[in-house]
């Protein structure tokens, strides 16, 4: 289960509490991974006093250093005690124009060779009644994953976000039945790329609207192995009853 914070919680002390309670619900449940993926600025301080949970990252960039005035490596989160980096989020992909499908496969490529599990978001704007989201989505997996060896599949999470689905905005959470329906295209697509031994350790994941109400569902009848959490996870007690209801 994938906290994505987003930029939020305003300040360091917000955040430390915010992990603490986290870490305290994770005491309590046997066999769930956690990720927190937290703003940059509040990684080092975080790192400190995470025992359960892993620390993860919202992005990083695809060269190691020089002259990317505010781009952050893979290598600088790494030493950070960054395990996890969400790659290809589709409020990057908005917001960043040039976050292009190409930009995210040398991100991936990076943060890989850096030794990071990759978080790859994937997700249409739209589920248009014609099935075109289905090409969409593949195009996102085929051009994302381009040239990336099999040996790197226990590194690859992929999350399925569909874009109407995130945030404020959203005009509801997926249905679980249509997201099973899309995970076994993802996985379709993924034994394409890797063959059907090496797709099947790449978990995929179900994000956009997850509340305390609907996670379970998700996990249950979604045909997903985790769930990458926005808003949900900024409150600490909607978080932990995620957390328990994801621990069967
Ligand atoms: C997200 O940002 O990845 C997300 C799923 O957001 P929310 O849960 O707030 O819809």
């Not at 960054?82 to 292009?100: A, N």
Request: with cysteine; glycine share 8%.
């Amino acid at each position: 289960i994938i906290a994505n914070w987003k930029m939020n919680p305003d300040t360091s002390d917000k955040a430390v509490t915010l992990v603490q309670t986290i870490e305290q619900a994770i005491t309590g449940i046997s066999d769930v991974e956690v990720v927190i993926a937290s703003p940059f600025p509040f990684l080092s301080s975080i790192a400190t006093i995470l025992t359960h949970a892993k620390l993860g990252s919202q992005n990083a960039f695809w060269e190691d250093k020089g002259a990317y005035t505010g781009e952050i490596s893979a290598d600088m989160i790494k030493n950070l005690g960054v395990k996890y980096v969400l790659i290809g989020h589709s409020e990057r992909r908005q917001d960043h124009p040039e976050e292009t499908n190409e930009i995210i496969n040398k991100k991936i490529i990076k943060a890989l060779k850096n030794g990071l599990k990759i978080i790859f978001c994937i997700g249409e704007r739209e589920r248009d009644t014609k099935g075109c989201y289905f090409h969409f989505i593949k195009k996102e997996i085929l051009e994302g994953l381009e040239g990336i060896d099999g040996k790197e599949a226990d590194n690859i999470i992929i999350a399925y976000e569909p874009i109407w689905a995130i945030g404020a905005k959203a005009q509801r959470a997926d249905r679980p039945d249509d997201t099973l329906k899309i995970v076994d295209f993802i996985r379709e697509v993924l034994s394409s790329i890797f063959g059907k031994n090496l797709s099947r350790k790449i978990p995929v994941l179900y994000g956009g609207s997850v509340d305390a109400d609907n996670a379970q569902d998700f996990l249950k009848n979604g045909g997903v192995q985790g769930l990458l959490v926005g808003r949900s996870s900024l409150d600490g007690k909607i978080f932990s009853k995620i957390l328990k209801d994801a621990d069967v």
